[in-house]
């Protein structure tokens, strides 16, 4: 047993299960080892691969996105946020294709919200010569804004602690993992909680007031300094039952329980509640859009054709799939879904149907 298990054993033996959300808390960024922590899971050799690190096409369209949102809130000093940067590839080509706009450049503040130190160090190496004051911060509500602000979290939100609760013969009771025969495993509560879904036996249902309790904070601050937030990531429209809770580990999906620590645990991002809690907040929502649709709405095959008019036969078939990775629809294009936050509600953000 990894002393990471030996730890949850530990704490299950002196306290009872843990819920869902607490197991993901402890072993994504609670602990000096926990996996965002420690480990790197970006890229080949890693666990995963993100949108910005397929192709520079994704941050590029998003810094032209953010210009175009600058514009339309009056070119004003403002600050650029963006929530769980990873290697800090998104924000290095967002602020390299806005450098068509000089003026946008100068009027930034760059926040970076990232809980881990280590991958705050590859971040600073990766803006280095982006020539924008830069701030790191652990949470959104420590970061210090000035003027509108402008958000970016890609595959952030599918990282926050989720809660499950399980129908049982008796009604619903949270999804809890505790000991079986010495090894972790899935169990149910014994107390029944109200729950207005109604479902057969065995059904689950997702909820997470992390992620609620994060778009509340910036739902507030849009409505008192003006901005907009774009977040984009794997998930549905809720509210809707099922399991959703996966792990991955090297380019796998892995058991939950199996390697804790050591394997990305994550899960689908309900955009139907991330939306209500924005609006909650006083913020005005776009329609839920696909990744795809989204991204060529910004010009991506304008773009891809650019780049494809400079490069060699290897890189053009490179593109091709880059493109097609984070479009098509058997790939990212519709389970990877873009949403916007924003206010003034006169904003009009681009990229989304009118709302
Ligand atoms: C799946 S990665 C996405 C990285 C990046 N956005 C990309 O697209 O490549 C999740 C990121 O969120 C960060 N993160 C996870 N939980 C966080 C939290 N509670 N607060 C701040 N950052 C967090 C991770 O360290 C990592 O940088």
Known sequence: MSDFAAHLKEIIEA???????EFMRIVLTAREDSYYRRAEPFGAAGDFVTAPEISQIFGELIGLWCVDTWHKLGERPF?????????????????????VVPR?????QVAMVEISERLRELQREALRDSAVACQWCERFEDVEVRGPLIVVANEFFDALPIRQFVRGAKG????????????????????IVELKAMAPVGAIVEQSPARAAVAMALGERLAVQGGAVLAIDYGFVGPALGDTLQAVKAHAFADVLATPGEADVTSHVDFGALGRAFEGAGAAVTPVTAQGAFLNALGARERLAALKRKASAAQVRELDAAYARLTGPEAMGTLFKVVCAYSPATLQPVGFAAA
């Open 15 to 21: 306290n009872g299960p843990i819920s869902v959300a």
């Open 79 to 99: 600050t650029l946020v963006e929530l769980g940067p990873g290697r800090g590839t998104l924000m290095r080509d967002a602020l390299r294709a806005a450098r």
């Open 104 to 108: 946008f450049l100068e009027a930034a």
């Open 172 to 191: 619903w009771s949270e999804r809890c993992i505790g000991l079986s025969s010495g090894d972790l495993s899935f169990g149910a509560a014994p107390d």
